[in-house]
């Protein structure tokens, strides 16, 4: 698997996240709701690993540990926004290391061309 295949899996993930995330908070006010997450690291050593290509969904399990209010929903805002500052913070790694690998691949085309 290239190195840009692997980052596109990863910005993948990334972006699955963000979703979930934000999903979660705009449920803070639905009855019943509970809060889903799915392992980010263990998602991505499954897509890296799947030779098939990763096509399925990540697997999401609901979190553990939060306080239900009396109608069930247990959506914690400040999770909810130190998860969706990390997922941020992970895509924008992702961007620059694909940009780092374009910019890589460009340098040694431009090289290449200098040989001739």
Do not use: W
């Not at 690993?49 to 959506?75: F, I, Y």
């Not at 805002?77 to 690998?101: C, H, K, N, P, Y």
Request: proline share 3%; no cysteine.
């Amino acid at each position: 698997m290239s190195g840009i295949e692997m980052l596109d899996k990863y910005l993948g993930l990334a972006t699955e996240r963000q979703k979930l995330v934000v999903t979660n908070m705009a449920n803070i006010d639905t009855p019943g709701y509970r809060t889903e997450d799915f392992d980010f690291r263990s998602e991505l050593s499954r897509a890296v690993n799947n030779d098939a290509g990763m096509t399925a969904q990540p697997v999401m399990h609901e979190v553990s540990g939060l306080v239900a209010r009396p109608d069930g929903n247990n959506v914690n805002l400040d999770r909810e926004g130190m998860a969706l500052a990390e997922t941020q913070m992970q895509f924008r790694i992702g961007v620059q290391l694909i940009r780092s690998e374009f910019h890589r691949i460009l340098t040694a085309i431009n090289e290449g061309d200098k040989l001739e």
